[in-house]
């Protein structure tokens, strides 16, 4: 094969749609081009070992904030044994402060931004000349309708088992500084009618589980509802097969024409990721985050109690000008809105994006290396941020996990941020680890920590009992939904 296109999942359920972008787009070199995809935790040598027993001439690799550390690793070893291999990487780690990281240093050529056209012609001048003189090569963003949509690539295999990944536009109009769709300044929609057609061929061929990845899915509400009811006919017309789709919304866009169908939707079919990320107006202001805190939680309020849509709301912990008092807030008022999950991410400083401007203000430390984690703020300091790291982690394992939904409720009480920080602080004390902890221990620090609170021994007993959690030995029942397990374990609490 002359040319392999390559990556490092984060896991093998996530199939690069990047790189079936670059496939579907390769014109004349396309029969020359195959996918190899990886797994992060993948051995570098067996990695390079199956990359060149393709033989190939170039090898193109996406780079994320997830897998740069390991692809470098790879890309290095590959030089060493292959140098006539000509390397290539794309993607968003290597578009921004390309020339400040060590795998650029060992690949032969980065194309930068969009890849869809400028790494077929990179490909073409390298196997026929001339030869590229430059290394760093910018992306150049072709009219939407030149890009070749890249569905047809997704196999039967991954169609079976691995998360669909699909897009209707591009690009963030909003300029949120911690964000690298900031750097956007505006969405590019692809042709709906062209996308739908596509969406179809993929149902047709018993693709039921659609994530998209646009980032503002809610921007345009007329395309929005077409979508949406794209979806709402497969259902209506099979409702024995059910489908799922997964979208990600800007919380204070919620017209009543989109709330109408969305309400449409039954348990188990949809699922929205809203960021929120700070309550805190003068936090927005200072990150340029556009957001009416009010019409945010109204709409969040009406999904929770007037739709089906599961909602996974995110909070970022350590942005500038935010301290632990304000985060808490921001916390129990999305507590107080009922989302099914909150995910609470701490800040990370992606290569590229505004927020750099605060560094020095706001003595903003961040991890020298992938996810670049802020480890210390003027207002929250490296132990403190350690234990909010804790928290998040705990806080997906008791919460998000659905395994706890009634026990949730009455271990967060009154004051969800301050006694769930409690109880990260304690458990940990217990554990000494935030990773690999068996659910029934989990369990059964749940209830010591219930009792250490007052809670009578055969109460705490019988709640951990009535959760998933409590009678995780029992054999899971048969489920009819689409969705993932976690939001079935939500759906049956
Ligand atoms: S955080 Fe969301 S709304 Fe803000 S720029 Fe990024 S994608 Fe757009």
Redesign the pocket.
């Known amino acids: 094969m002359t040319i392999l296109l390559s990556t490092l999942n984060a896991r093998y359920a996530h199939a690069s749609l990047g790189l079936r972008y670059l496939l579907a787009n390769m014109g004349a070199l396309q029969e020359q081009t195959s996918l190899m995809e990886f797994v992060i935790g993948a051995k570098t040598v067996e990695v390079v070992e199956r990359l060149l027993a393709k033989k190939p001439r170039i090898v193109g690799f996406g780079i994320y904030i997830w897998n740069v550390e390991e692809t470098t690793k790879v890309v290095a070893m590959l030089k060493r044994v292959a140098p006539e291999v000509t390397v290539v990487l794309g993607g968003p780690e290597v578009s921004y402060e390309t020339n400040e990281q060590e795998i650029a240093r060992l690949a032969d050529y980065v194309v930068t931004g969009w890849g869809d056209i400028t790494f077929p012609k990179l490909c073409g001048d390298i196997l026929n000349g001339p030869k590229p003189i430059m290394k760093i090569h910018a992306g150049v963003q072709p009219p939407m309708a030149d890009i070749t949509l890249p569905y047809t690539l997704y196999t039967d295999e991954d169609i079976a088992h691995r998360t669909l990944y699909v897009e209707a536009s591009r690009g963030?109009p909003?300029?949120?500084e911690f964000?690298l769709?900031?750097l956007d300044k505006t969405a590019w929609p692809f042709g709906i009618d062209t996308f739908l057609a596509e969406m179809e061929t993929l149902y047709q061929r018993g693709a039921r589980l659609f994530k998209f990845v646009d980032?503002?899915f809610n921007l345009n509400v007329k395309t929005s509802q077409r979508i949406m009811q794209f979806f709402l006919d497969k259902i209506a017309a099979t409702p024995d097969d059910p489908v799922y789709a997964h979208f990600e919304l800007?919380p204070d866009h919620l017209p009543e024409a989109l709330k109408a169908t969305i309400a449409q939707f039954p348990p188990g079919a949809l699922q929205f990721e809203i960021?929120i990320?700070s309550f805190n107006p003068e936090v927005q202001t200072l990150v340029s985050?556009r957001q009416d805190n009010a019409k945010a939680a109204d709409n969040i309020r009406w999904l929770t109690t007037q739709s089906h849509a599961h909602l996974h709301v995110d909070l970022i912990a350590g942005l500038p000008g935010e301290d632990v008092e304000s985060f808490a807030r921001g916390f129990d008022q999305l507590v107080a809105l009922g989302p099914h999950e909150i995910q609470f991410g701490i800040l990370k400083r992606l290569r590229g994006t505004p927020i750099i401007r605060h560094t020095e203000p706001y003595k903003m430390v961040y991890e020298p290396y992938p996810p670049y984690a802020v480890l210390a703020t003027d207002r929250i300091d490296f132990a403190t941020m350690q234990r909010l790291v804790r928290f998040a982690r705990y806080w997906d394992l008791v919460a998000n996990s659905g395994r706890f939904a009634h026990t949730i409720k009455v271990l967060l009480g009154d004051s969800p941020f301050a006694n769930f920080m409690a109880f990260s602080d304690w458990i940990y004390t217990q554990l000494d680890a935030t990773h690999r902890i068996a659910l029934d221990r989990l369990a059964k620090l749940v209830q010591a920590w219930l009792q250490r609170q007052g809670m009578p021994a055969a109460d705490a007993a019988a709640l951990l009992a009535s959760d998933y959690a409590g009678s995780a030995h029992k054999p899971a029942e048969k489920t009819t939904h689409a969705a993932p397990e976690r939001q079935v374990r939500h759906l049956a609490a």
């Open positions: 963030c909003f300029k949120c964000c769709s900031s980032r503002t800007v960021g990320q985050r």
